[in-house]
Each structure stands twice: as C-alpha cells, then as structure tokens.
C-alpha cells in the first residue's frame, strides 16, 4: 500500500519528513512535470509585474479568456477558467448536479471526490488488465439512458494510455444519442505533439465538455490553472455565475496569457518527449521483474512485485505507488519522464533494488 496519505503525487513534504531531510533532497518522479521548467516568458512576465499582487484581478478575467480562446480559435464565451482543473471538475459537477454519472477505473481520484459531494449516484467501469488497461467497445453498452455524464480522461491518469479515436467518437456519439454529458479530462494531450483532441470537434457537440490544464505541461502546478470548453454559451454561463469571485490569482491568470504564445517552449517539451520517451520506456522494459504498459504522455505505469516505492524511497527517489486506485493495488507504480539525466539516476536505482531482490532471493 502507499506509504503517504495524499490521493495524488507530488507530496516531497510527507516523504522528506519520513526520511528526516529536506525536501528539496528527494528526486519526485510521483509528479507528472514537465522537467523543462516554468518557461522563462512567464518567470519574465511575473517579475516584471510584481505590482499586481497589490490589487484584485480582474473578476472576469478578460484577458486570460481571451488568450485561451485565441489559442484554441474559439469564441471567448466557450471557455472557463479555473483554480487549476480541479476547481473546474468541481465547477461542472455543480453545476450538473447529475443524478448518476459514470467513472473509469483506475482514474483520477477527484471526479469521484466531486461527484460525492452531492447525491450522485457512481457507477464504475473497470478497466482490465487482460486489455492492457485499455479503453474497449465493451464501454458501449455500459452507457445507458440512466446516466447524466461520464468522466473520461485522454490520455488516462494513471495508465498514460489514449483510446483509439474510433472508439472516442463512438462513446461521443452514443452519449449524444441517450443525452449523456461526456465530460473529457485532456489534462496531458498537450504532451502529445499534433493531438488536436476534442475541442476542434466541439461547434456540432454541445453534450461534450473538454477539461484542460497548464500547469503539467508548462510547469506551473504551484500556480493552479485550467478550463474548461464548451460550444453551449448559456450553459458555461451558468457554470460561470455559480464560480467562486477570484479563484484565480493574478499571477496565474498572467501566466496564462503569455504561456500559450511560447511556441519554443512548446517546442522544446515535444522534442525532448520524443527523444527520451521511448528511451526511458525501453530501458524501463528491460528491467527484469518490471511490466511497463506503454503511455503515450509524460508518464508511464509500472507493475512489480517489489515494494518500488519504499525501496526507491531509501535512496531518495519518490515514485507514485497507485495502490489507492480502485482497480490497482500495491504491485503498480506511476513514474514521470524527467530529464535524461534524471531518469538514468532513476534506472540506475533500480538496478540497485532487482540486485537486491536478486541476492535476496
């Protein structure tokens, strides 16, 4: 079982007091970061607007609004910002108030966090491990007329894998068809370079609401910032009146108006995913005793019969352990791609812990 409280990764303080060092002496791979950093554009803007902490933002937050929907080419009206995605998961759940909605699982554990908050009713579609851990067709049937949404996350936390696009527009063609609000967690789609996702497609589906968030790929996660997209204006207005006043610092609302406009920063993430992904995958793969399910974004999901997380803990490294994800256990683990040199500390520590194992043995 994961030895730390926290539903999600990133929690260096827990595990730095366990350990009794600071927390800047743990290497956390239980983040999904990009490891190029908070872009020098948005460290630019910050300092150059120290000023703006000294008044409230704006409480609409036009400029921020309007960058996203020039990024996107969509009308400003579509879109909502929040206090990181989290806060727009909410946002929608209270808005919807439905009376039962589906979730996947394993799965990002704050769609069920938001859904408990009033009397919704849960049903679970369990993903298998004989699939891979893959979306199937099989999810068609599961989706009847008693639903009101479905959360999907594309690419999925913690698997890191996408559903075929042929499968994406059948599920969004069925929850047309029986009036299902298909709610579609895009929060790590930017790592994937030419990945449109859903929201190109949204003018001719109003039933589909598209979540996003900047703070994975542009390495902001202390700022907390996303959106959400909808082509239905009356209905994000209504989300919109229901928000609460300023949940956006100015800082984060700055950032967002000029991160989006950094296409070298953009550039430079895909490069580095390409190059070192598939190399972290494969000499992940060639470790013995270690599944290694291949995600498509900046994370990948582990499976081990070692306790990868204490043991990695021991020489400094925080890895996620998805043991508090229903349908896993404590045999999986979430690991971020870092940087080359990162990564080959990381591989070179578990070279450690299978001799080990191995001598152990």
Not at 132 to 147: H, V, Y
Not at 217 to 246: C, H, T
Not at 298 to 311: G, I, P, S, V
Request: proline share 5%; with cysteine; aromatic share 10%.
């Amino acid at each position: 079982m994961s030895l730390f409280n926290s539903a999600h990764g990133g929690n260096t303080r827990e595990a730095a007091e366990r350990l009794g060092i600071s927390p800047e002496m743990l290497l956390d791979f239980s983040a999904n970061i990009n490891p190029l950093g908070m872009p020098e554009t948005v460290k630019r803007a910050i300092a150059d607007n120290l000023h703006l902490a000294e008044r409230y933002p704006d409480v609409d937050y036009i400029h921020l609004h309007q960058a996203l929907a020039k990024h996107h080419q969509v009308p400003a009206a579509w879109v909502l910002a929040g206090n990181g995605e989290t806060e727009s998961i909410f946002s929608l759940v209270n808005g919807f108030k439905p009376r039962r909605a589906m979730i996947v699982t394993p799965g990002f554990a704050e769609y069920r966090r938001a859904l408990q908050w009033g009397e919704c009713i849960i049903d679970e579609y369990a993903l298998r491990e004989e699939d891979g851990w893959q979306l199937t067709s099989a999810i068609l049937d599961a989706l009847t007329s008693q639903l009101d949404c479905l959360f999907l996350c594309t690419p999925n936390n913690p698997t890191g894998l996408l559903p075929q696009r042929a499968l994406l527009d059948a599920i969004a063609e069925r929850c047309k068809a029986l009036n299902i609000a298909l709610i579609l967690d895009e929060a790590f789609i930017d790592f994937i370079a030419e990945e449109p996702g859903f929201i190109p497609r949204l003018q001719d589906n109003p039933h589909i609401w598209v979540l996003r968030s900047l703070t994975k790929f542009y390495a902001i996660p202390g700022l907390r910032l996303g959106y959400l997209i909808n082509s239905d204006e009356q209905a994000v207005a209504k989300i919109r009146a229901r928000q609460m006043p300023w949940s956006i610092n100015a800082f984060a609302a700055l950032a967002g108006e000029h991160v989006l406009q950094d296409t070298a920063y953009q550039q430079a993430t895909w490069q580095w995913l390409r190059d070192e992904g598939p190399r972290f995958y494969q000499q992940l793969r060639a470790m013995p005793g270690l599944t290694v399910y291949p995600g498509v974004a900046n994370y990948l999901l582990l499976r081990c019969d070692t306790d990868l997380q204490q043991a990695l803990l021991t020489r400094h490294i925080l890895i996620r352990s998805c043991a508090n994800y229903p349908g896993l256990d404590g045999r999986y683990f979430r690991v971020a791609i870092r940087s080359r040199q990162e990564n080959d500390r990381l591989l070179a520590a578990l070279t450690e812990v299978f001799s080990d194992t191995g001598r152990a043995d």
